[in-house]
């Protein structure tokens, strides 16, 4: 970030010596990078305490990835990562955001894709993208999937979405063996979903995300994909 302040600023003081005829596009990133360099400082001093950002590139202050590990709720013990990417258009359009972790979520499909209102260009009750909002809104929504904003009744996700409403007796928020049941039912779709040509690759996925433990009725995930 540092390096990139320097950088604007550099750049500030080299105008005098250029044509001042310069492109729509570039003027665009240059409002989006200097934006960003306060918003990254304003962030850093207020992310939640479940989250971290990492920067694989200083300079690149919108490509960033985002950590999300929640301490309550149904994904308590889970870790889950983001991909944000922010156009050089921002702040008049929203981030893109990608979910990296395959997870079981009424709100976020198995490719990634996630639904949260204000990551929409276009809303029609006033709760979608706005100039006003920044990084620290999109990160605390994000943060919030996993409790406040955890949405059963208008699922991106409907078979994750059904899933709870069949299984609430195993599905509490704060029961420890929760997340671990929600990773199972994931391994089971992976092997419903799956082909012959993929089945090994899938169970060994499921095997790594198990880790060989029994949900709490005794029945393992691989004793119940076989009979499903």
Not at 111 to 131: F, K, V, Y
Not at 148 to 156: C, K, V
Request: glycine fraction near 4%; include cysteine.
């Amino acid at each position: 970030m540092l390096t990139l302040a320097r950088k604007l600023k550099k750049d500030d003081a080299g105008k005098a010596g250029r044509s001042s005829a310069t492109s729509d596009s570039a003027h665009r990133v240059s409002i989006r990078d200097r934006l960003l360099t306060k918003e990254v400082a304003d962030l850093e001093a207020n992310l939640p305490s479940t989250c971290k950002a990492s920067f694989p590139d200083e300079n690149k202050l919108h490509h960033f990835q985002l950590s999300v590990s929640p301490d309550e709720g149904y994904y308590q013990s889970g870790k889950f990562q983001f991909e944000v990417d922010v156009p050089e258009a921002y702040n008049m359009v929203p981030p893109k955001v990608r979910c990296l972790t395959r997870i079981w979520h009424p709100n976020i499909t198995e490719n990634g894709e996630i639904c949260l209102s204000l990551l929409r260009e276009h809303s029609i009750d006033g709760t979608g993208w706005a100039p006003t909002r920044t990084l620290k809104d999109v990160v605390w929504g994000l943060n919030s999937l996993f409790t406040d904003l955890l949405n059963f009744d208008d699922p991106l996700n409907i078979d994750a979405a059904e899933h709870h409403l069949r299984d609430k007796r195993r599905l509490t928020p704060g029961r420890p063996q929760t997340f671990s049941f929600m990773q199972q039912m994931m391994a089971v779709q992976l092997l419903d979903d799956a082909d012959e040509q993929n089945l090994t690759h899938i169970c060994r996925i499921s095997e790594e995300m198990i880790a060989a433990k029994e949900i709490d009725d005794g029945v393992t995930v691989t004793e119940k994909a076989l009979v499903t």
